[in-house]
């Protein structure tokens, strides 16, 4: 049985997004998940299906800030890639006289190709035969491609990897370069924000170490260490930093191996569970149908509600379920987890004030502390 | 999280509604504050978008809106209008008066402080940290240049970033909310101004979950708008303003995007305010005074050095002034701490519920008690007490007495129904034994004593250790 | 060829006095944990001080213990025929010397610089050498610990002193604040980073020395730890039969954590799945238990020194938090009474009180037993390292099931600094390695 069948059942005819390295990535951001699992690896939309069964327009990026970041991008990129290759030497310390770039964008190989039937394969073969040549003969022509199509096995589905990033080769090693737009300040940027990119820049190292490996040459010959790009202070003037990814990747890999993991919880739900094909948002009753049946179907699968959450595209959803299920895990994972085996608001405040007893150690535990809490508080404010 | 604050969410997530979590106001709260709201350009830290402000809650705040926040004329025009109005409310507190230090020697002291209001720390990162930094050493001979009230206005907000934890002197308003209250959402939610208001006053009708849902809905705080409305909203009218072909067209834009910024910031105005109103309700914590005094003497400094001209900011502090500003907030952290449990009950139930404070009665008390010093008998008061809640902390540690916190205890024995422990400091004497609890006394003792004044090192060169080789460089807004 | 151990281990001290010699300004020694740090910063200390130029040599540790025990060795290595050295102990106005070391011959105790002049070497803690008159000068100096010594305690040591041995052990817990850190993040030399990571920073070229031998963990740790938290590996200095312990009560009498501890020197004690916040009592219970056993157990402890019967100071409990520590002491405190011993006979504390000691069989409460969610707090590194590399015999660690399952679903999206060095080893990985190694041990 291959992976993606039962996955696909449980899509049914409900959009599925492209996989990018943003959307893998996101195996690292809430593996514990099941309801999360489960549609990323079934490939879901997410955006559509949150605004399906929260009602809620779905947030998209802000027309200026992508604005910015094509803007800055553009400039980085422009006159041969002369910044870049300045950063490198500075921040690298790799000595490339020039850029002999190839860019593998569709457009770009339509343009050389025309007529070209299945793009994305042809990319993908067009990239495999350039990093070869690239980590083989290393004074061959090109050293830097852009735009390259890397493959990723996601749980038996073959991703097309369209590279956000640059990847370069120097003596024979391939270095990614990410480009991003949020700025460097006095030598500090959003951590959060960083955190994301040296994700998503670790499937692209990835991507490259199984194409490696593929075409029979060592992984590590693809550097974990990747340099990301950043506006400097206000400017448009680029500055660079270099950061290790070798623990994103180590825990990517081992979390890709997890993904068949969706199949399994699959399998345990009732055969006719499944999404409902989008609908026609404007029809009411058509829409508030189908909200209807993706809420039961999305109900079937366990969800770990935490503080992770919040930039899920089914957030509202979940939390709206966690409310009404009064789940102490709809106030965090430090309440949840001090609550030890007590789930649910009511049974914790119950134990807490010994309106309820204790019927093994885990209650017993949780409930003598919450209990403690209560009557401190009671000698300050009195009995309730 | 402990385990009081973990009950008190619980409860308040059962009882839909916010849960006092102290029974003192632990800020100051100024008579006549300064709220400021602002907007940046998505993705563009630097361009601000709009500003709003105001001393009176009743009035109609100033405001200025940028309609082209990447043009610099413009983006520099607002901030004039800003830097004045900010110079001329901090101009009201520089009266000084001469005050004693512990020390003993007088010195001027202003008075009274300013105080800003802001929604969000984020607000306040971006507008004393961003806005601050990159308006503070803008040259005049600059292209464009801005007006002088810019850079000096950009001084004062530097002054205002990265102030100690304790300081009154910026309250976020979402931090103030969350350090008197306990909701029953996720902490990060929390750091939603409407939808925190919302749980905590939610309104006729609502229920704080139903309300804090009406918050999430409504215009965001800032610093970053809505980018569902930038899209909508404001990138159209961006680009009729740019299209329109005469003036009268370009300000009848204007005033369309003038109105449409102003929906989308009032109501943070008005939540401002209510954040302020009620945390003012509280009785205020005995030692907040204290800290205001503090605020008021790092005001004094500041206005003293914009005074002789001799005001610095860094933008990459050097590795000694770091290791200051560690050592500065690590006793701030800790007397903070310790003040706001000394001064609330419920704040020190915390440290009862997690064991840490004892709670009990006093059952005997036996002041004359001495035992073998290193030279000769030193006397150290028994004192048994009858826990209210079990106490299993080993002996040997130590404790302190809540309502006079240089008395030291040390825990000799614990047991469920009593727990001795002699005194070693602060009533070991005649004259301080007054100090000691009397027998049927409720007493707590906590691990919270008077701080210590520690010594710092003096110097100011970086030595070769700390050395790096690269110079910074400046970039101004 | 291959060296043994102790070649190994002096190849490293006279690499390090050659660099010195050489007129490197900065050396670093790393250590992994018992590899004879110690030894080497007095040996090197005594090579400087006593150079026909006899210059005083400071040497800057980062608590009063280490001090005490500084000198204390010093003094032992003196009268063991080592060339006997003045020390000197600069200390704060309201330390008392320990009874033991007080009155002793070669070694003067001052609160001032001015009166140890005499002294070849003198040791002090780093907050001490701080509030010395900067106008001193020193033309080298040894700093112990150097990755337990925050950034902002090495200004003063810099001000001060020209050139640097500096010795400590990378797989250590990092020094800590309790203030927000968030404005010294992402960038280079943040006061809060260690004093070693500084002078890497700073000081690119800096000779690196790492020591490869272990004289402390028994060969069947020395590999386990090697892997899971170094960078540089290192291999015990005893071979397998030179450690044992012998259990000589009946085998009925004791129960078989105790009894795979002694025969293969791990065990792991693994208790239900339970969801448990930190008063555990079940866990504090079998902590108890166990220790009460092991003393119960007439153990025999065999090493290159020789035999002789396991007493109460060679145990130790390690746990993870400080109410932890208070709740397994007072449970302790009941098993030692019953057994007529004092309520301290035997040691209980934090990973970060224990760094540095080294016992014989050390009992660990896992950092993430019983937790609904790991936390970057709980799978730090140098926390599992210290509690896991304290040993000289044994190391039995208790802890809930469920462990894999929370490093599995344990999100990667902690804050990322760009710009600040990533750690050298990632917690979330050795947790892994250790789980698979404790496994194989489970009773």
């Known amino acids: 049985m291959t992976i993606q069948k039962p996955l696909a059942q449980f899509r049914g005819e409900f959009p599925t997004a492209s996989l990018n390295a943003r959307r893998i990535a996101a195996a690292l951001e809430a593996p514990g998940c099941h309801r999360r699992t489960v549609l990323e690896a079934g490939i879901v939309n997410m955006e559509k299906l949150g605004a399906l069964v929260t009602g809620a327009e779905p947030d998209r990026q802000s027309p200026f800030a992508i604005a910015r970041g094509n803007q800055f991008e553009a400039q980085i990129t422009d006159h041969g890639m002369a910044t870049v290759l300045a950063l490198a030497r500075k921040h690298l310390g790799l000595d490339i006289p020039e850029a002999r770039e190839k860019d593998l964008s569709a457009a770009s190989v339509r343009l050389e190709f025309p007529g070209v039937k299945q793009i994305n394969e042809v990319r993908a073969r067009l990239t495999r035969q350039y990093v070869e040549q690239m980590l083989t003969k290393p004074t061959c022509a090109i050293n830097l491609l852009r735009h390259a199509m890397t493959k990723l096995d996601f749980g038996g589905e073959i991703a097309y990897l369209e590279q956000d990033v640059l990847a370069f080769t120097v003596k024979g090693r391939i270095y990614v370069v990410e480009i991003k737009s949020y700025p460097m300040i006095d030598g500090r940027a959003d951590p959060t924000k960083a955190s994301a990119s040296v994700r998503q820049t670790a499937v692209y190292v990835l991507s490259l170490q199984e194409l490696a490996v593929s075409i029979g040459a060592s992984p590590r010959l693809v550097d974990t260490n990747v340099m990301i790009v950043l506006p400097e202070n206000l400017s448009f003037r680029a500055t660079a930093t270099v950061v290790d990814t070798e623990m994103q990747v180590r825990r990517l890999r081992r979390q890709l191996a997890e993904v068949p993991h969706a199949a399994t919880i699959l399998a345990g739900l009732p055969s006719e569970t499944a999404l409902p094909p989008l609908p026609d948002m404007q029809n009411k009753e058509e829409s508030a149908q189908a909200r209807d049946t993706a809420c039961e179907a999305l109900a079937q699968i366990t969800p770990r509600f935490s503080e992770g959450c919040v930039p899920c595209p089914l957030f509202r959803f979940c939390r709206q379920e966690a409310e009404n299920q009064q789940t102490v895990s709809r106030l965090g994972t430090a309440v949840a987890g001090a609550c030890g085996s007590i789930t649910t608001i009511r049974a914790a405040l119950d134990f807490a004030t010994g309106r309820r007893l204790p019927a093994n150690a885990g209650e017993s535990a949780a409930a003598e502390l919450l209990s403690r809490a209560a009557a401190a508080e009671a000698m300050v404010i009195g009995k309730r | 999280m402990d385990t009081l604050h973990t009950y008190l969410a619980l409860r308040a997530a059962n009882e839909r509604k916010a849960v006092a979590k102290v029974t003192r106001r ?232 003038d109105a449409e910024i102003r929906e989308q910031l009032d109501h943070t105005w008005e939540d401002c305010w209510r954040a302020i109103h009620l945390v003012n309700t509280l009785p205020e914590g005995d030692r907040v005074a204290r800290r205001w005094e503090r605020d008021r003497r790092a005001w004094t400094r500041h206005h003293l050095t914009m005074e002789t001209g001799t005001a610095r900011f860094r933008n990459i502090p050097t590795p000694v002034q770091s290791a200051k500003t560690l050592g500065v907030l690590e006793q701030a952290t800790t007397e903070l701490q310790a003040e706001m449990a000394l001064d609330d009950p419920l704040v020190m139930a915390a440290y009862v519920a997690s064991g840490e404070a004892l709670s009990a009665k006093v059952i005997s008390v036996d002041a004359t008690r001495t035992i073998p010093g290193p030279r000769r008998q030193v006397r150290r008061p028994l004192v048994i007490f009858e826990p209210l809640l079990p106490f299993t902390r080993p002996a040997g540690t130590t404790l302190f007495l809540v309502s006079a916190p240089d008395v030291e205890f040390e825990i000799l024995s614990a047991t469920g129904d009593e727990v001795r422990a002699q005194v070693n400091k602060g009533a070991v004497s005649s004259s301080t034994l007054s100090r000691l609890p009397n027998p049927g006394d409720n007493v707590v003792l906590s691990p919270f004593t008077k701080s210590e004044f520690y010594p710092r090192p003096q110097y100011d060169d970086v030595p070769w250790t700390h050395r790096l080789a690269e110079p910074a460089e400046e970039d101004p807004l | 060829m291959s060296l043994t151990a102790a070649e190994a281990s002096r190849l490293a001290l006279e690499r390090t006095w050659a660099a010195i010699e050489d007129g490197a300004c900065t050396v670093l020694v790393d250590s992994p944990p018992g590899a004879g740090k110690s030894t080497l910063v007095r040996e090197i200390g005594r090579r400087y001080a006593l150079r026909p130029l006899r210059q005083q040599v400071p040497v800057v540790v980062q608590t009063n213990d280490q001090a005490d025990d500084m000198v204390r060795c010093f003094l032992r290595d003196g009268e063991s025929g080592l060339p006997a050295i003045t020390v000197g102990r600069l200390h704060s106005a309201d330390y008392v010397p320990p009874p033991d070391i007080a009155a002793h011959a070669s070694v003067t105790f001052s609160p001032t610089i001015n009166t140890l002049r005499n002294c070849l070497v003198v040791v002090a803690t780093a907050a001490k050498w701080a509030m010395v008159d900067h106008s001193n000068e020193w033309p080298f100096a040894i700093v112990d610990e150097a990755y337990q010594m925050r950034s902002d305690a090495l200004l003063p040591i810099g001000a001060m002193m020209a050139r640097l041995l500096l010795v400590g052990d990378p797989g250590q817990l990092a020094p800590f604040t309790i203030a927000d850190d968030t404005r010294f993040r992402g960038r280079p030399l943040s006061p809060v980073e260690t004093a070693a990571t500084t002078i890497l920073t700073t000081h690119p070229e800096t000779t690196r020395i790492p020591l490869p031998v272990s004289w402390r963990l028994p060969h069947h740790a020395a590999k386990v730890i090697s892997n899971a938290f170094y960078r540089a590996p290192f291999t015990s200095g005893t071979d397998v039969s030179a450690r044992r312990l012998e259990v000589q009560c009946h085998p009925s009498n004791t129960c078989e954590a105790v009894l795979t501890a002694a025969r293969t020197g791990w065990a792991y004690v693994e208790l239900d799945d339970i969801i448990m916040p930190p008063n555990d009592q079940e866990a504090i219970f079998t902590l108890a238990r166990l220790v009460r056993d092991i003393l119960k157990a007439q153990i025999h402890v065999f090493d290159e020194r020789g035999s002789r019967p396991l007493v109460p100071s060679d145990v130790a409990v390690g746990v993870t938090h400080r109410d932890q520590r208070d709740h397994v002491r007072t449970a302790m405190a009941g098993v030692l009474r019953k057994l007529g011993l004092p309520y301290n006979a035997i040691t209980v504390d934090t990973a970060n009180v224990l760094q540095g000691r080294e016992f014989e069989i050390v009992l660990v409460w896992h950092p993430l037993s019983g937790r609904r969610d790991a936390s970057s707090f709980h799978l730090d590194a140098g926390r599992l390292c210290v509690l896991l590399s304290r040993h000289r015999q044994a190391c039995i660690v208790v802890s809930r099931a469920g462990i894999r399952d929370q490093l599995r679903t344990h999100p990667a999206t902690d804050p990322v600094w760009l710009g600040e060095s990533a750690p050298v080893t990632d917690g979330w990985h050795s947790h892994l390695t250790i789980l698979d190694h404790l496994e194989a041990h489970r009773v």
């Open chain 2, 26 to 257: 632990h800020v100051h709260i100024s008579p006549r504050p300064m709220v400021i709201i602002g907007y940046h350009l998505a993705g563009d830290i630097g361009a601000p978008l709009a500003l709003i402000w105001g001393t009176d809650r009743t009035a109609r705040p100033h405001s200025v809106v940028v309609a082209e926040p990447r043009n610099r004329q413009l983006r520099f025009d607002a901030l004039e209008t800003f830097g004045q109005s900010l110079v001329e409310y901090l101009s009201g507190y520089v009266a000084t008066r001469l005050e004693s230090r512990s020390s003993g020697e007088t010195e001027p002291v202003c008075i009274d402080a300013p105080q800003i209001v802001v929604a969000n720390p984020a607000t306040a990162e971006w507008l004393f940290g961003i806005v601050g930094r990159f308006t503070r050493s803008l040259s005049a001979a600059g292209d464009p240049a801005p007006a002088p009230i810019v850079p000096l206005a950009g001084k004062h907000l530097s002054f205002f970033h990265n102030l100690l934890p304790g300081s009154s002197l910026v309250l976020p308003a979402t931090e103030i909310l969350s350090t008197h209250w306990q909701t029953g959402q996720l902490p990060s939610e929390d750091l939603n101004l409407s939808a925190l208001l919302g749980w905590i006053a939610p309104g006729e009708g609502l229920d704080g979950p139903a309300a804090a849902r009406q918050g999430e809905d409504s215009p965001p705080a800032g610093p970053l708008s809505d980018p569902n409305w930038d899209a909508r909203k404001l990138s159209p009218l961006i680009d009729q303003w740019h299209a329109a072909k005469t003036d009268e067209a370009q300000s009848a834009v204007f005033g369309e995007l």
